[in-house]
């Protein structure tokens, strides 16, 4: 029988794209042939005529899996699915697909990741919660939190109560973005916590800022502006964001590797600063790109070193702050073209989850001979 488990979490954008990128690298690293799942899909895209969550997609394309794309993606939720549902226009029995799915999935397969959709209840409202899905398919559930203390406790908590109602078995949380260097007393604090309710703590992923940042491709994406030169590339994240608002001698000190620089464009003095620190690094850029506030181009002659240097520089109408604060609000999702960012997350995830005893304890230890 093919191994499975579940991949839950409290809420969406707590980490569970991450640890199925970490645990499937992981699985596949120890020789065993693995399928993925994902039972209900909220954010989809097309491709080549087919409708699929767009974590299928992520998943086939890293890890090059060879099943059909609808089959690991049976249900998706386009616009208005769940009012014509609840309206009786949608007649399509739905948990008969996800089961046709995850049995064309599982053929020939040591174990299948299926991934779930939000917290515990998502799905619902068309007879598909994520409690129901690991119910359907037996399939023991690993929840996955954010950092901190008091919260995490608290989901993990409140989500494991639905899924216990459905009959599911619950192997342990996971908790993402746990700042181990800043207090590293917290994986120990949450062991604890979790343990006065019955619950196993599997692992805590460290908080990457690399991985919290978004690409030059997703700053030109999301912020109403023009590309003066450079490129906006997807796979290149920066490292950092500065805010040059000093003078140049004193905003040159905080740059660091791939640092994104926010400044007004007529702060002529930090751009030539940021283009002069470039030149002197050794390895890696300290800028990967600028951001220009205010509305304010640069010079002709400024603008033609920025573009001999091929910089990426933004230009936008929003002032400093705003600007800023709109790069923090980005919502940085994983694309098969991050490569460098794939690869710290294999790194983290495999050091922070013990896969062998995870595996041991599905029943799947040995790859099929």
Known sequence: MTARVFLAATGQNRGK?????????????????????????QR???????????????????????????DMSPVT????????????????????????????VAHDKDLVVIEGTGHAGVGAVVGLSNARAAAMLDAPVIIVSEGGVGRPIDEIVLNRALFASHGVTVLGAVVNKVDVVSHPQLPEVLRRGLAQHGIDLLGCIPY??????????????????????????????????????????????????????ITPGDREDLLRAALEANAEAVGLPLVS??????????????????????MFAYLVPTDTYRTAQAVDEILVKTHATDREKIATIIDLVGGALDVDGLLERLGSRAPRT
């Open 17 to 41: 794209t991450t640890t199925s990128l970490g645990l499937i690298a992981a699985i596949r690293e120890r020789g065993l042939a693995l399928g993925f799942l994902k039972p209900v899909g």
């Open 289 to 310: 790109g600028i951001v220009l506030t205010g509305g304010y181009r640069p010079s002709d002659g400024l603008l033609a070193t920025l573009r001999s240097e091929d």
């Open 208 to 261: 990457s800022e690399f991985l919290a940042n978004p690409s030059l491709e997703l700053i030109a994406t999301h912020l109403d502006g023009e590309l003066l030169s450079g490129r906006a590339e997807p796979g290149r994240t920066i490292g950092h964001v500065a805010i040059g608002a000093m003078q140049s001698e004193h905003a040159v000190e905080h740059l660091e590797d791939r640092t994104l620089l």
């Open 77 to 104: 939720l386009p616009r208005r699915f769940t009012t014509d549902f609840i309206l009786g226009r949608v007649t399509d029995d739905l948990e008969a697909q996800v089961r046709h799915a995850y049995d064309r």
């Open 44 to 70: 989809y895209l097309v491709v080549e005529g087919t409708r699929a969550d767009e974590d299928a997609v992520l998943m086939k394309e890293v890890y090059r899996l060879p099943d059909a794309l609808n």
